[in-house]
């Protein structure tokens, strides 16, 4: 047998494989050892391992290249098209291929994103771009949020900047989102997240429609912070979602943002046209920017069976506030929800929450539940939970992320109890809504 590394084979050559059962693959070489080769196959961009004793004949189509590598774009400016703040802060979207492992790095920079959307110079000028990070969003953190918000505002302060365009990984885009939406208040102009759940190199990359969309949309004016991705699985629409309400619903598909207890404001379509949702106002003030987080805050998830004493661990830690994700309407377990005494007085979470609420750490409750509310006022258990502390902040809809960035920009604010809660219960961008509608929730469930 004949040993691969003899051939004179090339990471990054184009070639025409074909094996002894009469099945060809054409794809570019990405390793090659002594008994296989790994091809990125042409026509789905999917890897393929091809052994060498099932190969009848190997054809070099075409030289050597640097596959999964772009060109930096040429940014020209235009006039006629709105001024455009780029901020790139990694993510797939930003990835570029290791052919040595086939997996992928955040190491594009916002010119080579922008080289994979050749037209996007026809809806807009980009006339600043910004790297502020080249990471995934799973790394991302408050100081990232204080640093991309600040670079927006700065954007929303010139006048010479039209709209702004995030592009960012897509696991903690609502993060980021809502970080934004609440570290700048009378946002007066487009700030619009996107993502890809592909990488560049998969034929079924979505991230350049996704900036082709927002470039789109910039025209409309629409002031505010939200997210443009994939409304289908195809290329025909995205959804113009606000930050402090959508959410991601799935893993890997390209349709996975959706709106939650809410409608999107906008679609914008592949022929180039856009259907407005709902009117969007645009703010009397001047933008400000409050950007301060307060790190010791806890986002803590409420199961069946849990310790209550974790409770501890946050005011033995020195943390100021803490969200909890109860079940429904906003339960955790308390031995008072039924009649049935057989339930261990360890379990129940109440002492520990007044213990807490004591010490003068602010707790407030949010639901598992995407849809709907929170509400203290249906079960009498959950009275005994308001009791010990607990706030429900009038029975709101905020997304248990959201709350959790809320409460500790809230915590740096303000220094009295009594100026966080209303704080908190106050809609600042969008993330309470006072009315549910069921068209909502149907919505946001199709095509998923």
């Known amino acids: 047998m004949t040993s691969l590394n003899k051939l004179t084979l090339n990471v990054g050559q184009l070639l025409v494989v074909k094996t002894k059962k009469d099945i060809e693959y054409e794809g570019y070489l990405l390793k090659k050892t002594e008994d296989k080769i790994t091809l990125k196959l042409l026509d789905n961009s999917y890897n393929i391992d091809v052994f060498l004793e099932n190969i009848k004949d190997i054809k070099e189509k075409q030289a050597k290249i640097t596959p999964g590598k772009l060109e930096k774009k040429t940014i020209k400016a235009s006039k006629a098209l709105p001024n455009v703040l780029l901020i790139a802060t990694g993510g797939t979207i930003g990835t570029h291929v290791d052919y040595n492992t086939g997996a992928v790095s955040m190491s594009r920079s916002p010119e080579e994103i922008i080289s994979v959307v050749p037209d ?106 939200f997210s443009v991705m994939h409304g289908s699985m195809n290329d025909d629409f995205c959804s113009v979602i606000q930050a402090t309400k959508v959410y991601k619903l799935h893993t890997s598909r390209r349709d996975a943002f959706k709106a939650i207890n809410d409608s999107p404001v906008a679609k914008i379509f592949e022929d180039k046209s856009i259907e407005i949702i709902k009117d969007v106002k645009k703010p009397l003030e001047k933008p400000k920017l409050f950007n301060n987080f307060e790190d010791k805050t806890g986002l803590l998830f409420v199961y069946p069976n849990q310790d209550p004493k974790i409770l501890d661990w946050y005011l033995e830690n020195n943390y100021k506030g803490l969200v909890l994700v109860g079940t429904g309407l906003g339960h955790l377990p308390t031995g008072s929800g039924g009649q049935d005494k057989e339930f261990p007085e360890n379990k129940n979470w109440l002492p520990y929450l007044k213990k807490a609420n004591d010490k003068g750490m602010i707790i407030v409750m949010s639901s598992q539940c995407l849809f709907g509310r929170v509400n203290n006022k249906v079960y009498s258990n959950l009275r005994y939970v308001s009791d010990a502390g607990v706030e429900y902040l009038n029975s709101h809809d905020m997304l248990y992320f959201v709350a959790y960035i809320k409460l500790a920009i809230a915590l740096k604010r303000f220094t009295k109890k009594e100026e966080v809660i209303k704080y908190l219960e106050t809609n600042v961008s969008g993330e309470i809504t006072t009315k549910e509608l069921p068209k909502d929730f149907e919505d946001s469930l199709k095509n998923l």
């Not at 929303?156 to 995030?166: P, Q, T, V």
């Not at 208040?185 to 927002?214: H, M, T, W, Y």
């Open 120 to 225: 996007v110079d026809k809806y807009i000028n980009l006339k600043e771009i910004v790297s502020v990070s080249t990471k995934g969003s799973e790394d991302i953190y408050y100081k990232d949020w204080q640093t991309i918000s600040k670079a927006v505002y700065d954007g929303l302060l010139d006048n010479s900047i039209d709209g702004i365009i995030i592009s960012h990984g897509t696991d903690t885009l609502a993060y980021t989102g809502a970080a934004i939406s609440l570290m700048l208040e009378n946002v007066n102009k487009p700030v619009l997240l996107i993502g890809a759940q592909k990488s560049p190199d998969r034929a079924s990359f979505d991230g350049s429609f996704n900036l082709l969309c927002a470039a789109k949309f910039i025209s409309k004016k629409t002031p505010g912070v």
